[in-house]
């Protein structure tokens, strides 16, 4: 291993054990959040899901609630390291999509 490889291997091994440390943390944060989901409140800043999206019991409603999660998720990775981002933003979208999506498969398995 030459000089510079040193570095970038120490590096790379600091991220993964800083990584695995803060994963615990992080979804003791999620589950916590998760527990406490509103779904009325966290689903009404989507401007794209209409009332009725938002009320119904389907899993083709539930779905597109799902898709415009997604997209939003999508856009706030893409902010990271921008002044713009927001960690605690980014902690809701994932909480609202965890959600989401266990609300689909309950719904799914209501259905059968």
């Known amino acids: 291993m030459t000089q510079i490889q040193r570095p970038a291997a120490a590096k790379a091994a600091a991220f993964d054990r800083l990584e695995a440390a803060a994963r615990p943390a992080v979804e003791a944060a999620l589950g916590a959040s998760l527990a406490i989901y509103d779904r009325k409140t966290a689903l009404a800043r989507f401007q794209r899901l209409s009332g009725e999206i938002i009320a119904s019991e389907t899993p083709h409603a539930a ?13 706030e990775r893409a902010r990271c390291g921008h002044w713009s981002y927001d960690l605690n933003r980014h902690i809701a979208l994932l909480v609202a999509h965890r959600a989401e999506r266990a609300r689909l498969s309950r719904l799914l398995c209501a259905g059968e």
Do not use: F
């Open 63 to 75: 779905r597109e609630v799902i898709r415009e999660i997604e997209r939003a998720l999508r856009a």
